[in-house]
């Protein structure tokens, strides 16, 4: 429901007696302007409440002024150099005592080589402590940037003369990237293992970055950037061609951004969690992985930060991971999956599990497999594991062989899908975000719908109800 989180919290503080200092906003992600318009407004309401209240107690400071940086930074420049090599990703603060340290086992392709996406198959294991996680768990990974890109960055910077000096940081605990920073600090390390260069830029980045252009057509176009009122120029020139931050430095070369502003400009790389496609145990982990490039609009070709990472990557590499919790409950029941293309990542390991199930004769269940992929010889992941399998019964869709989409394949085999809603089988979806999770959900509606002889708000409700009780699972991205 539309802002149901605000408008809960919102009627429990009136309820506990809290009044109001002015009307609350809500905001709409979907809109043309983003939730940053609304905020804009919001904002206005505010600082009128607040010059009306505490006229003689408050200055406003200008929308022009660079505010001090909350994150410090500092050049030891009389302190001898820390060459890159010898500053590892893997040895860090931790501050969570999370961390992993994990080797490469395999990393191997597992769509054929004339396809387009590239899937691979990454096995991780040797690990320094033994693993603990459950199926349905993530393992998230800490990228790196290409040095190339790095070495770029410094030179746009001019910082080649204190790139490899110790840094001295002073940072607020609570402001520590996830994982905590690399030890024994410097700029390129900095850069390397922390700021997210190849990040598109928030419009933060311009309402800031301006300031340090001394081109002054640089800056006005900058500052223009970074105004609510030009979202539309704002996204056709970021995000929609997904220009990176390092390519506006690059474009606006008169842009060069003070030391001490660096951690408030430039956002921290965030971890990327994949999820976990084995049945648990504590030595190894499995994941399936697309490798993102694509070209956009202005004809560039765009690869995903963590992916590009991983390629680099050579066998019996330690790195760093971290296991999430997803707190994922399959029913113990019998099961409609439905994976299209990765999404089949998590269901392998749920297959896993009722396959071993089966062979103690230790409560396995039947699970009805949907999958969805282009072409059986080309990206057909794990498929050739299916048969082996006891309890499952897999229907595929392959959409460039004129299987259509797994919301056709459900509809076609509504029969066996109504009977197992019938006797109280659970639904589990797993895959993109995007049309497909909708039109699934409106499929199985039609599949109750027919079984039922119900109304759409019967129907609805049927819905709503399975997945309170655990039944109805959707997990995309």
């Known amino acids: 429901m539309y802002n149901l989180a605000a408008r809960k919290l919102h009627a429990r503080l009136r309820q506990l007696g809290a009044v109001e200092l002015c009307p609350r906003v809500e905001c709409d992600e979907q809109s043309p302007q983003g939730q940053e ?111 190339k890109d790095v070495q770029s960055f410094i030179n746009l910077q001019g910082w080649n003369d204190i790139a490899d000096k110790p840094l001295q940081l002073d940072i607020p605990p609570q402001m520590d990237p996830d994982g905590g920073w690399v030890k024994n600090m410097t700029l390129r390390s900095l850069l390397t293992y922390h700021l997210d260069i190849m990040a598109v830029p928030p419009r933060t980045f311009f309402q800031t970055s301006w300031h340090f252009a001394s081109d002054k057509r640089e800056s006005e176009k900058l500052q223009e950037l970074g105004k609510y009122s030009e979202s539309e120029q704002l996204y056709n020139y970021a995000n929609r061609p997904h220009r990176s931050i390092l390519e506006v430095v690059q474009e606006f070369f008169s842009l060069k951004i003070p030391l001490d502003q660096v951690l408030e400009i430039i956002p921290l790389i965030r971890p990327r969690q994949y999820s976990i496609c084995n049945i648990p145990n504590s030595s190894t982990v499995e994941l399936a992985v697309a490798i993102v490039e694509y070209s956009t609009i202005i004809r560039r070709v765009r690869k995903g930060l963590c992916t590009s990472w991983l390629k680099r990557l050579k066998t019996s590499d330690t790195i760093i991971v971290s296991l999430s919790l997803n707190e994922l409950k399959i029913p113990r029941s019998d099961m409609i999956l439905v994976g299209p293309g990765t999404g089949i990542a998590p269901i392998r390991s749920i297959i896993q599990q009722n396959d071993i199930n089966h062979s103690k004769g230790n409560d396995g269940h039947e699970y009805l497999l949907f999958t969805g992929h282009r072409n059986r010889e080309k990206d057909y992941l794990f498929g050739e594991e299916w048969p082996k399998m006891k309890g499952l019964k897999v229907i595929d869709s392959f959409s460039r062989q004129g299987g259509g989409y797994v919301q056709d394949t459900i509809w076609k085999n509504k029969e066996i899908v109504g009977q197992m809603l019938k006797r109280g089988a659970g639904v589990y979806l797993c895959g993109s975000s995007g049309k497909m999770p909708t039109q699934v959900r409106l499929t199985i509606q039609h599949v109750l719908q027919e079984i039922y002889d119900w109304d759409l708000e019967q129907v609805k409700a049927e819905l709503l109800k399975m997945e309170k009780q655990g039944r109805f699972i959707q997990e995309t991205w």
């Open 37 to 147: 318009a609304f905020y804009e407004t919001w904002e206005k309401v505010v600082f009128d409440v607040l010059k009306k209240r505490y006229a003689d107690k408050i200055s406003v400071i200008p929308s022009d002024t660079v505010l001090s940086p909350v994150r410090k930074l500092k050049v030891l420049e009389n302190r001898e150099e820390l060459k890159i090599e010898n500053i590892p990703s893997i040895e860090r603060t931790d501050p969570q005592n999370k961390l992993i340290k994990i080797k490469l086992n395999k990393i191997e392709r597992i769509t054929d080589e004339s396809h387009f996406q590239e899937v691979v198959h990454v096995t991780l294991g040797n690990s320094e402590t033994p693993l603990k996680y459950k199926v349905g768990d993530c393992v998230s990974f800490y990228p790196e940037n290409d040095p």
